[in-house]
């Protein structure tokens, strides 16, 4: 029974869940552990699936992308919020608390995580050099016609109004803090599996004992 507790423990060692923040789901997706977010793995992805033909649209048709999107067996995407406790400018991200982030998820992935343009290797597609401004869900306090937009190109943030056609879209949805569906998959068929051959070496000893 030792033994297949310590191989228990190994499994949830080695599980998904215990890895970096972000996750390579294989399927198009990242995970990032430490929001209980998942986002999608190409940040253009309304273009490159052949939604609109460059991803840059006005604000009202980024939301309806987004809100009608399903990807991955689920249809709960939406675009990512910018709230910082009320306050959309930050003017140094390091001085800025991951905590604080937390309602920026724009601001979290760049600052917190280090994602930008320039660093390819986890999410895929970025908008061109210098148009690199995503639009959020968020809406202006001061301004009901805008809303706010970020930049990836340097971490930067502003409104915009929303008939403008001049953001791109990067899909977001919440998940559970509970492993997915396929992380607890594979763990049962592990427990399962382990228990098994605990339960035929067990069997074995006995045989081997009473001969």
């Keep these: 029974m030792k ?12 599980s998904p869940t215990s890895q970096a923040t972000l996750i390579d789901n294989l399927d198009g997706t990242i995970t990032d552990t430490n929001t209980d977010l998942m986002w999608l793995q190409d940040t253009r992805y309304a273009m490159t699936s052949g939604y609109d033909h460059d991803g840059n649209m006005d604000w009202y048709e980024a ?3 987004a809100e009608t999107l399903s990807f991955g067996g689920f249809n709960n995407w939406r675009l990512p919020s910018m709230d910082v406790n009320g306050d959309m400018v930050i003017v140094d991200g390091s001085s800025v608390s991951a905590t604080e982030l937390l309602d920026n998820e724009y601001a979290y992935m760049y600052y917190f ?13 970025f908008a061109p050099s210098g148009l690199r401004n995503y639009w959020s869900s968020t809406l202006s306090t001061t301004d009901l016609d805008n809303a706010h937009h970020f930049l990836f190109v340097n971490g930067g943030q502003s409104e915009m109004d929303k008939e403008y056609g001049g953001g791109y879209l990067w899909a977001v949805r919440d998940i559970n803090s ?14 399962v599996g382990l228990a098994g051959a605990e339960v035929r070496r067990r069997r074995k000893k006995k045989a081997v004992v009473k001969s």
């Design 3 to 14: 033994k297949l507790l310590i191989l228990v423990f190994a499994f949830l060692l080695c």
């Design 63 to 65: 939301m309806e992308w």
């Design 113 to 125: 995580n280090g994602i930008t343009p320039f660093i390819p290797d986890v999410f895929t597609n």
């Design 178 to 191: 509970v492993p997915e569906p396929t992380i607890i998959t594979l763990f049962c068929i592990g427990i």
